[in-house]
């Protein structure tokens, strides 16, 4: 199911970084899940480590899941974002980094991109660790 370890995942951050040569304005925040209590098993080690390895900041706790909602895998334009707060300080004037596990319809990365240019982002880049493939039969 995953296609990358945590060191491919690194390799592959540091090459993005290489194009902004500034990995103290960068931050990483996992795109989150619909509940906290998803939100709590999800990548806190990953982002941590990989934050610290990279010398970048660990936006773990800049998206807060203020009312939790049903999972939205494959829906596209619903607003997948609405249920969250995001600290403006943590974004404003940094390059942005969101990773997360899958990339069904990207609907929630869009959106997420989207607030994240309006509360001052230089810049906003997604990488995932695999994408859904719909196949026909």
């Not at 931050?27 to 610290?52: D, G």
């Not at 404003?92 to 969101?98: A, D, S, T």
């Not at 959106?111 to 196949?135: C, E, H, P, Y």
Request: net charge positive.
């Amino acid at each position: 199911f995953k296609l990358f370890t945590a060191i491919e995942i690194a390799i592959e951050i540091v090459a993005i970084l290489g194009l902004y040569n500034s990995p103290e304005k960068t931050i990483l925040i996992p795109i989150p899940a619909s509940t906290r209590e998803r939100q709590r098993k999800r990548f806190p080690v990953l982002c941590y480590h990989l934050s610290k390895w990279l010398n970048v900041r660990d936006g773990f706790q800049t998206i807060w899941i203020e009312e939790e909602r049903e999972q939205m895998k494959g829906t596209s334009h619903k607003d997948v974002v609405s249920n969250l707060s995001i600290k403006r300080r943590d974004i404003n004037g940094m390059h942005v980094i969101l990773f997360d596990d899958i990339l069904t319809t990207g609907q929630s990365f869009k959106q997420l991109k989207r607030r994240m240019i309006d509360l001052g982002a230089k810049s906003v880049t997604g990488i995932f660790l695999g994408k859904t493939v719909w196949l026909n039969d």
